[in-house]
Structure formats: structure tokens, C-alpha cells
Nanobody
Framework: QVQLVESGGGLVQAGGSLRLSCAFSGRTFSIYSIAWFRQAPGREREFVGGLHWSGSTYYAESVKGRFTISRDNAKNTMYLQMTSLTSEDTAVYYC??????????????????WGQGTQVTVSS
């Protein structure tokens, strides 16, 4: 089992920045990739970006150049640094992990482990 806990959400003005954290625990050695998703009211869960355990990162086109994923192995934590935020980025952000696969999947159903989510609200 893998446990994930997100933190760092909040209210930020358009154009501002925010950093989310995802602390993972449990059978962390079995994690193959870990990703960020988000879901706005009335919309489907959307892939934001992901980190393969080799260190490679992948991003959705909508956030490329604005969001950066990183990790701190000593703290078992993944981060999502978000800059140039717009109202379109308002959503609940989730981190998710999988112990299977050959790459970072953008499909939410490929991930077996999920955090509880953290709300990000961007005011215009």
C-alpha cells in the first residue's frame, strides 16, 4: 500500500504562484510513477503532470512552462510549483501513484493510489 497526502492549496490572485506538496509513505519502493491531476466543478479529472521514478517529468500542454514537478527523496515528497496562475487553474488538485506501467500515464484510471486532494482557487 502507498499513502499520499497533499498540502499547500489555498487562495491566490491571478498571476501568482503556489507550491503544492505530496508526501508519500508506505511501500514507496514499489512506486513506478507519481502524478498530479486536477478536477474543477463539472469537469473531468485532468492530468497536470507526472514524474517517472527515473526522474523524467511530463506535463499537460495547458501547464507546460508554468508548472514544475520536483521531488525530495529524503523527505519522500513530490512538489508541484505553479506560476502564472489563472482562473482556469482553479480546481482540487490530487496526487496519485502507480506501481505498474511503462511510463507516466495521463489517464487517471491507471493510478491505484490517491491523496485526498487540496483546493486551489485563483481569483481574477
Amino acid at each position: 500500500q502507498v499513502q499520499l497526502v497533499e498540502s499547500g492549496g489555498g487562495l491566490v490572485q491571478a498571476g501568482g504562484s503556489l507550491r503544492l506538496s505530496c508526501a508519500f509513505s508506505g511501500r514507496t519502493f514499489s512506486i513506478y510513477s507519481i502524478a498530479w491531476f486536477r478536477q474543477a466543478p463539472g469537469r473531468e479529472r485532468e492530468f497536470v503532470g507526472g514524474l517517472h521514478w527515473s526522474g523524467s517529468t511530463y506535463y499537460a500542454e495547458s501547464v507546460k512552462g508554468r508548472f514544475t514537478i520536483s521531488r525530495d527523496n529524503a523527505k519522500n515528497t513530490m512538489y508541484l510549483q505553479m506560476t502564472s496562475l489563472t482562473s482556469e487553474d482553479t480546481a482540487v488538485y490530487y496526487c496519485a501513484a502507480t506501481t505498474k506501467g511503462s511510463g507516466v500515464s495521463p489517464s487517471w484510471y491507471e493510478y491505484a493510489y490517491w491523496g485526498q486532494g487540496t483546493q486551489v482557487t485563483v481569483s481574477s
